[in-house]
């Protein structure tokens, strides 16, 4: 039941190895995504500034989101990431916490920003949830999995470029 409702799962031994396979790069817009049954000890969640050349040997910049509620077992962790306000933040069982800033990025930069998961531990992860504003007045948050390229790594407008030609 636990893997379910999810999109991928999450396992790791070393609580400083950053976990970057979301297989997404966004530069506008509003996302959201959820860490569910949690078990992670030291964890943290941020956002990786990539630049258009992705063999580079130069590591991303990974700005984390400052916040220094624990994380509980079996807890839910919902990550809301504002592209356009420049905003990250967490929102663990259902109250947010305070925004982190996270660069702004100009779409024909060819810079992107990725969500990174680090720490000990488990949990499912689902691509597939919205997010009321903590306001409810803004917008709401998109599920993330609008933007995530597929398994073979094309975004999706290539893939439509290559299905149409």
Same mark, same amino acid.
């Given at each position: 039941?636990?893997? +379910?409702?999810?999109?991928? =799962?999450?396992?790791?031994?070393?609580?400083?190895?950053?976990?970057?396979?979301?297989? =997404?790069?966004?530069?506008?817009?509003?996302?959201?995504? !959820?860490?569910?049954?949690?078990?992670? !000890?030291? +964890?943290?969640?941020?956002?990786?500034?990539?630049?258009?050349?992705?063999?580079?040997?130069?590591?991303?910049?990974?700005i984390w989101i400052s916040d220094s509620r624990p994380w509980k077992n079996d807890s839910t962790i919902g990550v809301a990431l504002d592209c356009d306000a420049a905003t990250a933040q967490l929102v663990m069982n259902q109250v947010w916490g305070e925004p982190t800033a996270i660069p702004r990025v100009d779409p024909s930069s060819g810079k992107t920003l990725m969500p990174v998961l680090? +720490? !000990? +531990?488990?949990?499912?992860?689902?691509? @597939? @949830?919205?997010?009321?504003?903590?306001?409810? @007045?803004s917008l709401p948050f998109q599920q993330i999995s609008e933007v995530m390229a597929p398994a073979l790594g094309a975004s999706r407008l290539v893939h439509a470029l290559l299905q149409a030609g």
């Open positions: 039941a636990m893997v +379910g409702s999810a999109d991928a =799962c999450y396992h790791s031994l070393d609580a400083s190895a950053v976990y970057a396979s979301f297989q =997404c790069h966004i530069t506008q817009g509003r996302w959201y995504f !959820e860490l569910q049954h949690v078990h992670i !000890e030291k +964890g943290k969640i941020g956002v990786a500034l990539c630049g258009h050349n992705l063999v580079s040997s130069q590591e991303p910049q990974v680090c +720490g !000990e +531990g488990a949990c499912t992860i689902c691509f @597939k @949830k919205t997010q009321q504003a903590s306001d409810h @007045k």
